[in-house]
């Protein structure tokens, strides 16, 4: 019954095994699904496959429990829960800007055709505007309509290494539905996120709205998250020509509570599995729908993060002396450490990493580049096999006659300049994130050089 629905989460991806893992640690009963055999080998056995801040326990006493399994079967699904979430993935279609739904329509008609009673399906994977409605029509195509099966949406706003925290305590919850039965039923299936905020004397806002808002929320959000980003980074272009340090100017805009002090951080940009993917998807689906102009800032964008990629080269070559051409600059001969490999700190995530993006630039403007990174090293080889890997930090700086800091590890912010200083070739550092004491660098001798930031006056 409604009172405590049983839940299945479809594809148990990064979204899906953690929202699974933390639905049966909230008390519920829960089957995640996928049809990669291996994967669901790996969460049976209580091994998450991939790297995230306190979820291994978690999976590990909900397997024990009893709250929890895994399974391959549509059949079994489909009898088991009262509520199946799909969180398969959309990738990035061939043509570099739509999303690919292919899974989603498999996992869509494949469930719909196994179940036998009335079930809500809820749509999580982040889409273009308008799949709800198309999942409605999948699902009346291949189920009896004396079943009376439902559809939904509730977008998810997880951040890597933050993500069991984000299930558990969500700022909010927003869900599209069309009618009251799939209210309650989303109501009850987020009930134990409601009562745990109660015991915390918290509130969870929840929003209940129609299929396309919804939809539009997810990718609403995550476009002003980089717009956010960009901005500053384009704030950081402007101070390297007049003189200015953008990360004054962040924290000194930033104590407007109406800009905030979050998401101000001048760098290398953005880069992971969404906030790339998902603007470039959400342009594509707004010209098809003829409101192209309204998001053509968002090419802006995205290219603004491009060009801090660049930026990287260019301080490079200029920091080595070396000639940019039109081609970009020559750096044959040279040996350069990168430290970072992970899209940010806490994640072993490669996807769009700007850190390796710019370690592969680095390599193809021929220098011979090294690079360290705590957890994505094992990604990372499989993304970019043609660079250097080394097992730890000394080990990549050793040698180099330039670090590049792509990432913003606590490792790297609290390495220490002095000793790294007796390993290198010559001290000079690029700071892609701002995230080291740039008086301290510089007082160590290293030629310091900042994303938006003048180099310290020692
Ligand atoms: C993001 C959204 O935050 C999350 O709500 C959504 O559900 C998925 O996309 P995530 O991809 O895990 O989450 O990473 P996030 O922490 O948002 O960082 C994205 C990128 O922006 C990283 O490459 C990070 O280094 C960069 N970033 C972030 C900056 O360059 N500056 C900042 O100030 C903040």
């Known amino acids: 019954g409604a009172a405590r629905p049983r839940l299945a989460f479809l594809g148990t991806g990064y979204l899906g095994a953690t929202y699974a893992i933390c639905f049966a640690e909230l008390g519920y009963e829960v089957l995640g699904f996928d049809v990669d055999e291996a994967k669901i080998a790996k969460l049976a056995a209580g091994q998450v496959p991939f790297h995230e801040a306190g979820l291994d326990e978690l999976l590990r006493t909900n397997l024990a429990a009893g709250r929890l399994r895994f399974t391959t079967s549509y059949t079994e699904v489909a009898d088991f829960a009262d509520v199946h979430f799909i969180c398969v993935g959309t990738p990035q279609r061939g043509d570099g800007m739509g999303a690919d739904l292919s899974y989603v329509e498999t996992s869509v008609t494949n469930l719909a055709r196994h179940l036998t009673r009335r079930v809500l399906i809820v749509g999580k994977s982040t889409v273009p505007v308008g799949t709800a409605e198309w999942i409605e029509q999948l699902v009346a195509k291949h189920t009896d309509p004396e079943l009376g099966i439902e559809v939904a949406w509730s977008p998810e706003f997880l951040q890597e290494g933050f993500a069991v925290e984000d299930v558990l305590r969500p700022n909010r919850i927003v869900v599209g539905v069309k009618s009251e039965w799939a209210n309650g039923m989303l109501y009850a299936a987020h009930k134990g996120v409601f009562d745990l905020a109660a015991t915390e004397d918290r509130e969870v806002p929840l929003v209940v709205t129609d299929f396309a808002t919804a939809e539009l929320v997810k990718v609403a959000a995550n476009a002003f998250l980089a717009t956010k980003i960009s901005f500053i ?117 490669v996807r769009d990493a700007p850190s390796l993006a710019v370690a592969a630039a680095l390599a193809k403007a021929g220098a011979d580049v090294h690079v360290y990174d705590p957890q994505g090293m094992e990604n990372a080889r499989v993304a970019q096999p043609a660079l250097h890997y080394e097992s730890s930090m000394a080990e990549a700086v050793t040698g180099a006659e330039l670090v590049c800091v792509l990432t913003e590890w606590a490792d790297f912010r609290n390495a220490d300049p002095q000793a790294l200083g007796e390993l290198v070739a010559a001290k000079r550092v690029i700071d892609g994130r701002n995230c080291l004491d740039a008086l301290l660098w510089a007082r160590a001798g290293w030629e310091y050089r900042g994303m938006g930031r003048p180099a310290p006056a020692v």
Not at 248 to 264: C, E, M, S, T, V
Not at 270 to 275: A, D, E, H, I, P
Not at 316 to 338: C, F, H, K, Q, W
């Open 233 to 349: 980074n384009a704030m950081a272009e402007v101070c390297e020509v007049a003189g200015g340090d953008v990360t004054q100017l962040a924290r000194a805009i930033g104590y407007d509570p109406r800009i905030g002090n979050r998401f101000l951080q001048a760098g290398v940009g953005f880069g992971g599995g969404c906030l790339p993917k998902d603007i470039r998807a959400f342009q594509a689906r707004a010209q098809e729908l003829g409101a192209g102009e309204a998001l053509r800032f968002l090419h802006e964008v995205d290219l603004i993060n491009q060009r801090r990629r660049s930026k990287v080269l260019q301080l490079a070559a200029e920091l080595l002396d070396r000639r940019s051409g039109p081609a970009g600059p020559d750096l044959s001969g040279t040996r350069i450490a990168v430290l970072g490999a992970a899209f940010k700190p806490n994640s072993d995530d």
